[in-house]
């Protein structure tokens, strides 16, 4: 949503509200001295993810003076659903240099948890009505006629989605690598093993009996472990999320196995499953993956990005969603 705000030359015959350090005040502006010109050039969404989201304000400022100034400070108050979320001042010295303009971004950044404790009834929303209230402070010159600060006050709103997540993983599975593959990575590192023992031992491993990695001489050999699993993830509010990609880094027990992208999705229910098929090197199996065979369970996280479609009203182009999540898992 673009608002435009022009502050334009003012007479003597026109009075104005604006702040000063021992608070607000009215004044005359005399005639042929003009005041900075403020717009908000744009106002949107810059990211989401399922924790949190970003605004970001584009502020243009034109300077009439032939010293430089500086945005000092921005006040934001934000409502929820005209429910007071929180009151914040962020400190600018962005600077305008003389008789010139310039366009700063400023971002906003809102978390979930908190909007939930403030909304009733947040698991029926799909959407919710953000207001977003503040004022510019702008330090002035020192010229007879103005004030010590000038403030721009600015309302926006934005309607944002609902987002209540949970996110697991189901159906983890671990293949060893057929008898022939073993053999061809025995051939390349050139090492006197036997192909069966390695297989018969990886067989083990992954059904979680015990094996000294030691044995197979997996620290000599990159044989590639398929991992299959799903990543389901439910929205517990209304808004629909559903992504066609996700690019990814898969960690387990804190070690980091793999990275990739997916685009196998599809909806089951309100539930969006994304399918991810991958190969762990046997380079890999550090203490935390090894742990996971023997104890049937462990934990997961998983990095990455996508983009979502919100209705064209809150956001016309594709939204970059990030992806951080973790939590427990089974074989």
Do not use: W
């Amino acid at each position: 949503m673009k608002r435009y705000v022009m502050i334009f030359i003012c007479s003597m015959s026109i009075f104005m509200c604006a702040s000063s350090e021992s608070g607000s005040l009215n004044f005359s502006i005399p005639k042929g001295i003009t005041l900075p010109e403020v717009r908000i050039k744009d106002f949107d969404i810059k990211a989401i993810s399922l924790r949190d989201i970003d605004f970001q304000f584009d502020i243009e400022i034109i300077n009439p003076y032939p010293i430089g100034i500086r945005l000092e400070k921005v006040e934001f108050k934000v409502d929820i659903d005209k429910n007071e979320l929180f009151k914040t001042t962020t400190p600018s010295g962005f600077k305008i240099k003389a008789n010139g303009s310039a366009v700063t971004p400023l971002l906003l950044n809102l978390e979930y948890a908190k909007v939930i404790h403030i909304v009733k009834d947040y698991n029926n929303k799909e959407y919710l009505v953000c207001d977003i209230s503040g004022k510019l402070s702008i330090p002035l010159p020192k010229i007879p006629g103005l004030p010590k600060t000038f403030s721009f006050p600015f309302t926006v709103s934005k309607k944002i989605p609902a987002i209540r997540p949970s996110v697991a993983v189901h159906n983890f599975k671990v293949t060893a690598p057929s008898k022939a593959e073993i053999q061809e990575a025995i051939r390349k590192a050139g090492k006197n093993l036997n192909a069966d023992k390695v297989v018969g031992l990886l067989g083990n491993l992954i059904s979680g009996k015990k094996v000294d990695v030691k044995k197979i001489g997996l620290s000599d050999l990159d044989l590639k472990l398929k991992v299959n699993f799903d990543l389901k993830l439910k929205n517990n509010a209304r808004a629909k999320l559903f992504f066609n990609k996700l690019n990814y880094d898969f960690s387990i027990n804190n070690e980091k196995v793999f990275r990739g992208d997916t685009s196998k999705t599809q909806m089951a229910g309100d539930t969006l499953i994304v399918s991810v098929a991958n190969e762990l090197s046997s380079k890999s199996l550090g203490k935390g993956v090894l742990r996971i065979f023997k104890e049937r369970k462990g934990l997961f996280k998983i990095k990455g990005e996508t983009f979502i479609n919100l209705p064209a009203d809150i956001k016309k182009t594709p939204l970059r969603l990030s992806f951080d999540e973790g939590g427990n898992f089974g074989l």
